[in-house]
């Protein structure tokens, strides 16, 4: 019924940039939360950057002052803008969502299929 599509990940070299978008298509839904986490095999999912319907904000210490997140609220679509990417930084990034369900009224948790990112010289 509603799923999320990521696109944007990449090659790029230390110190360059990438912009992932995030876009939530289907029906009958209302955003609460939306949020970027990245994977690394053998470690946990950690969480990057979210924000709020209202676009309250908050990021990991490890992004804070290089990433930026930013939402089209009219576009049900969450941006991550990464600036001065490190080679720490690779990782499969997930998009997530917490959702209304305003057909059933439940409260949704989705993932994004994940896209790559890989910062090497």
């Known amino acids: 019924q509603v799923q999320l599509v990521e696109s944007g990940g990449g090659l790029v070299q230390p110190g360059g940039s990438l912009r992932l978008s995030c876009a939530a298509s289907g029906s009958s839904f209302s955003i609460i939360a939306m949020g970027w986490f990245r994977q690394v095999a053998g470690k946990e999912r950690e969480l990057v950057a979210t924000?709020?319907?209202?676009?309250?904000?908050n990021y990991a210490d490890s992004v804070k002052d290089r990433f930026t997140i930013s939402s089209d609220n009219a576009k049900n679509t969450v941006y991550l803008q990464m600036n001065s990417l490190k080679p720490e930084d690779t990782a499969v990034y997930y998009c997530n969502a917490r959702l209304w369900n305003l057909v059933n009224v439940r409260i949704l948790e989705l993932w994004g299929q994940g896209t790559l990112v890989s910062v090497y010289s």
């Open positions: 924000i709020t319907r209202g676009g309250s904000t």
